[in-house]
């Protein structure tokens, strides 16, 4: 009974935190990109790059790259929609395959809080995605929060490679 108490919750609270009605994205267009006060506002250490796929290291390979997040943040850098531009054009090619887009977090924060914040990174990338032209009815979305890091360490490096959306091929 407890299970479902809490399971409900959990639920609920993630249906809340993703009722947002501001943008995710990150405009680059009308500004030609962030100033230097904003990028330095943040004092997490530089994303992993994924220029040729699926992940971040030798590890994973495949044709869908990880997208990536700064710290406490859903919003879509210039480099996660890069990412999902690349991963929306394979998907184009490929349309008999779906896609389930896992929202993660690092270990900072309660599980509840993550789980939210990671169920709100996969919904970003999901809209993003049928923004480019990806049928919903390929994307499917889930949080993992906190409890599947890449990188167990509990360091900024390790953390900033878990704040990540991940792209599973059905």
């Not at 990109?33 to 004092?43: I, N, P, Q």
Request: net charge neutral; glycine share 10%; with cysteine.
């Amino acid at each position: 009974m407890r299970k479902t108490v809490n399971g409900i919750f959990i639920l609920a609270l993630m249906t809340t935190a993703g009722c947002s009605s501001k943008s995710a994205v990150t405009s680059t267009e009308s500004t030609g990109g962030s100033t230097s006060s904003e990028s330095s506002a943040l004092s997490s250490p530089a994303l992993p790059s994924t220029p040729t796929g699926y992940g971040f290291d030798k590890y994973q390979t495949g044709p869908l790259g990880d997208v990536f997040f700064d710290f406490d943040s859903s919003t879509l850098g210039t480099e996660a929609q890069g990412q999902l531009k690349q991963n929306s054009e394979w998907l184009g090619s490929n349309t008999a395959k779906g896609v389930l887009i896992e929202g993660h977090c690092d270990s900072r924060g309660t599980a509840e809080y993550n789980l939210a914040l990671g169920e709100r990174r996969a919904a970003t990338a999901k809209e993003y995605l049928v923004k480019l032209g990806v049928a919903t009815s390929r994307l499917e979305s889930v949080s993992y929060g906190e409890e599947r890091p890449f990188d167990s360490a509990r360091n900024d490096e390790a953390w900033a490679k878990n704040r990540r959306a991940h792209f599973v091929i059905k």
